[in-house]
Each structure stands twice: as structure tokens, then as C-alpha cells.
């Protein structure tokens, strides 16, 4: 072979090469980015074509569900309570996507996780489309609805877990959306809906229950309080400074009470009474006392700063360090202000721990998972993230906060014939505008227990008027329905 025909021999076989590795790389290596692409028509169709499992609550009614829809795309996603579960959910989307649990656990709906493999095997030999997993969650729809109820259109958020598994019983987020309007396989519609929602200055596809990051208020004071316990240095009786103003250090600036009044004789409190009038004067010196790392490090074992999936994602609570924290800063983080910041979900798991012995369980929304043919494919166990306090300092702080309620400014979440702890909260966030009202709480009657937390956006003015007024009466709905069963 002379030279120029053995040239072209490599010429020609480089470029069958090349044809080889560019379709070698476009049906293996990007095959399922591909596939996944929002314009990739046919994926579409397969996606929507195919059975999709369904989302239940406790008891097995369907919340999400896949029905025969008529038309190129075979089935259309239904959602039969709407907004009320709406947080949980998310939506199953032609044009925009997935969200909550149809984004998290979108691989089992639509039958491609690797889990159903062998369990979708007949179906690929036969050729017919493989069937999603259903996926039942842990959300009590009596312990929801009366969330949604008691919230009653406000802004807001509520979390009911059970103390001892970490399981959520209700997560509701006001206001909410109906999903339905965002699965419709009409572009217009879906468009319009969409459109609207994000122009809302509400952000009603917010969920405020673990997206949204809020200054906790003196709900905090329960950590603070948790601080000086496991210092050793303090018990329930420990008298605390509590004046009328509190000067801070390095300023002229002055931490009040919101009665305008010392917290005590002589200007002295005992920690549980500081605990169940909220006193800012004596939790602020206590901060200053205890020293920054001392709280940082109580926050981060009840939770704060510790990235969460439920499935679904959490925003990371933060208790603030450095600049944030330094100087008179201190005192206002130690009373929930100044940089603190934390979910309902993290203030649920406050009294969750305390109520737990101590220990912090990891919060879970699946309690199943279960293929076409009913069999399951996964069952979350419940799981430790840590203890946050000891026994004992968990039992001490569960009888200062019982007399949050008895005797102080959560009176509103009495439950006749239940023992309950809280902590009411007003949390300032700007100058102007009304703060946010919290309540946080554990209930216990014979076996059954929850936890609840409590928000409510623009709830007034004054600590023992507002969070024990508008959000106390909201836990104890919730939790007359767990305790209820």
C-alpha cells in the first residue's frame, strides 16, 4: 500500500472512531441528562404515561394521585385536598417541575429507582410501562386539618411531631396554593397559575414550616435556660438579675422587659420564674454570663446548624457566631434576637427533645414505602441525632416549662387532663413592623405525646399578650388532636 492510500486509511479510520465515541458519548455517557431536559418531548410522554405512585397520609388516603387523563400525555396528577397538604406534597408539573415530596421521592413515584428494578423486571419483558411506589407519610390528616383550622388563613406555620420517633404529624404553611392548578396539562393555565403565585407578595409556594428562617424569640430561652443547667452552675432556683433594664456592655443601649417592670424583689428572679414570666433582663445577663460558645454549643445539640432532610430539604438553623454575636449582641442572641434564626420545624424539635428524656430524634415525614404490588420497599426507623441535654436537665426543664403554662404566659395551652409544657415568643424583625408570634410546646396524656410549634407572621406587640394569645390557643388545638389519636 503506497503512502497516500495508508494516509487515508487512518483518516478514514479516525473518523469512524470518532463517530463511535460521539455516539457512545451521547447514548450512554448524556444519556439521562438528556432524557432529563425540560424540551425532551418523548420523555414527557413516557414520564407522564406512566403510572405514578400515589402520596398517602396515616391511614392510607391518597393526597396525590395519578388518574386517566385523556389526552397525548395519558395521566393527569390530582391533588384531593388541595392547599391543606399543598406544603407536603409540592407539584407534579408539565412545564415547571417538581417540589416537596413529588421532587424528593420523584425516582419511587415514577418507578425508575434502582430499588424497583427487579420488582418492574415483568413489566419491561413484557413491555409494559413499570408502575411507581406509593409512598405514605407519616402526616396525621386529623392533627393537620386541625393545624389548618386553628391557623385559620394567617401567616404562618405549624409542626406537630411525635417527641419519641421524630415523626411529623402535621406540617401546615399559611398562606398555601392549590397544586392542582399547577398540574394541569394545559400550557395557559399552568402558566397563569403560576404567574400568579410568584407575583403574590405572600409566597403562598413557600414552606414556611422548613423553608423559612425566622428570628425565634423567646422560645430561645429554653436553650439559654438549657445552657445554665448543664453548666452545673445553676438549678430551677438559682436567683438571676432581672431589673427593670439591663445595661449592656460596651454601649448606652439598655435590654428591657416588655412589662416595663423589674421581674422581681429586689431585682431578682429564680430561673424557672424567669422561665414562666419571660423575663428578657435575666436571660439577657444569664447570656452574657454563660458566654457565646457555651450557647452556640447548647443551640447546635438541639438542632441549629445542622443541614436536615426530611426528605424533603430544610433550611439550616443558625445561631450566630463572631461579629454576630460579640459585645452586647450577646444578650439579645440569648433571648432569641439579634442573629438568631431557626425553622418551625427546629423550634418543634426544641420541646421534641425535652419531652424525649433529652434526646433529639431525627425528623421523618415517610413512613413507607410500598411497590405496586403492596409490598414494601423501604421503612424508615426512627433515629437519633443526638442528646441535647441529660435526664435530668431535661426533666427540670420540663417542669419550668409546665409552669410556662399553669401559672405564666402560655395559660392559653392548658389541656384538661394532659400534662403541658411551652414557651411563648414575641420576635422582633424590623424596625416598624409588628414581630412574629411563636408558642412551642410538649403534651403528654397516658401514652400518647407531641410536640408543636407554633408562628405566626405580624402577631403583635408584647411577649405575654401575643405569643401566648394568638399562638398558645393554636398548639393546644393541635395537640388535643394527637393526644385525641
Not at 388516603?61 to 409540592?90: C, F, H, M, N, W
Not at 397516658?446 to 401575643?466: F, K
Request: hydrophobic letters at 40%; glycine letters at 10%; proline letters at 6%.
Amino acid at each position: 500500500m503506497n503512502r497516500p492510500l495508508r494516509r487515508l486509511s487512518l483518516v478514514v479510520a479516525f473518523l469512524f472512531f470518532a463517530l463511535f465515541a460521539s455516539t457512545t458519548w451521547v447514548q450512554f455517557v448524556r444519556a439521562g441528562q438528556l432524557n432529563a431536559m425540560p424540551g425532551n418531548s418523548r420523555q414527557l410522554y413516557a414520564e407522564f404515561g406512566r403510572e405514578r405512585g400515589a402520596i398517602l397520609v396515616a391511614g392510607g388516603a391518597a393526597i396525590a394521585a395519578s388518574v386517566p387523563s385523556g389526552d397525548q400525555y395519558e395521566k393527569l396528577r390530582t391533588y384531593a385536598a388541595g392547599p391543606l397538604y399543598a406544603p407536603v406534597t409540592g407539584y407534579y408539573s408539565l412545564r415547571y417541575g417538581t417540589s416537596g415530596i413529588e421532587r424528593s421521592e420523584n425516582d419511587l413515584l415514577a418507578g425508575s429507582s434502582d430499588e424497583l428494578f427487579y420488582r418492574n423486571l415483568s413489566s419491561l419483558l413484557t413491555g409494559e410501562k413499570p408502575s411507581g411506589a406509593s409512598v405514605e407519610l407519616t402526616i396525621r390528616p386529623k392533627v393537620q386539618q386541625a393545624a389548618w383550622d386553628a391557623l385559620d388563613g394567617r401567616k404562618g406555620a405549624v409542626v406537630a411531631l411525635d417527641p419519641a420517633t421524630g415523626d411529623v404529624l402535621a406540617m401546615v404553611s399559611s398562606p398555601s396554593y392549590d397544586p392542582n392548578t399547577l398540574a394541569s396539562h394545559d400550557g395557559d393555565t399552568e402558566a397563569q397559575a403560576w404567574d400568579a403565585l410568584n407575583a403574590d407578595e405572600d409566597d403562598p409556594l413557600v414552606n414556611r414550616a422548613t423553608s423559612t428562617l425566622y428570628p425565634p424569640g423567646s422560645t430561645f430561652k429554653v436553650i439559654t435556660a438549657a445552657a445554665a443547667l448543664e453548666s452545673g452552675d445553676y438549678t430551677a432556683d438559682t436567683l438571676l438579675k432581672g431589673p427593670q433594664e439591663l445595661p449592656l456592655p460596651q454601649t448606652s443601649n439598655t435590654l428591657k422587659n416588655d412589662e416595663g417592670t423589674a421581674c422581681g424583689p429586689n431585682d431578682q428572679v429564680s430561673l424557672a420564674d424567669a422561665l414562666r414570666i419571660s423575663c428578657n433582663t435575666a436571660f439577657g445577663d444569664l447570656g452574657l454570663t454563660l458566654g457565646a460558645d457555651a450557647l452556640q454549643e447548647q443551640a447546635e445539640k438541639f438542632g441549629f446548624g445542622q443541614s436536615l432532610s426530611i426528605p424533603t430539604t430544610v433550611a439550616t438553623s443558625r445561631y450566630p457566631t463572631g461579629d454576630d454575636v460579640a459585645g452586647p449582641l450577646l444578650a439579645y442572641s440569648a433571648i432569641g434576637q439579634g442573629s438568631d434564626v431557626a425553622t418551625p420545624l427546629q423550634v418543634a424539635m426544641i420541646s421534641a427533645a425535652v419531652a424525649n428524656d433529652g434526646v433529639v430524634m431525627r425528623p421523618n415525614l415517610i413512613a413507607n414505602v410500598r411497590d405496586a404490588d403492596a409490598q414494601v420497599v423501604e421503612q424508615p426507623s426512627p433515629e437519633e441525632l443526638g442528646r441535647a441535654v441529660s435526664s435530668e436537665t431535661a426533666g427540670t426543664l420540663r417542669d419550668m416549662m409546665e409552669l410556662v403554662v399553669s401559672s405564666g404566659t402560655g395559660s392559653r395551652a392548658q389541656i384538661e387532663g394532659a400534662t403541658v409544657g411551652g414557651k411563648t415568643g414575641t420576635a422582633q424583625h424590623g424596625a416598624g413592623l409588628p414581630p412574629y408570634a411563636w408558642f412551642t410546646s410538649f403534651a403528654q396524656r397516658g401514652d400518647r405525646q407531641v410536640a408543636v410549634a407554633v408562628v405566626i407572621e405580624d402577631g403583635g406587640s408584647t411577649e405575654s399578650a401575643y405569643g401566648g394569645r394568638l399562638s398558645a390557643p393554636v398548639a393546644k388545638t393541635v395537640m388535643e388532636a394527637a393526644l385525641d389519636g
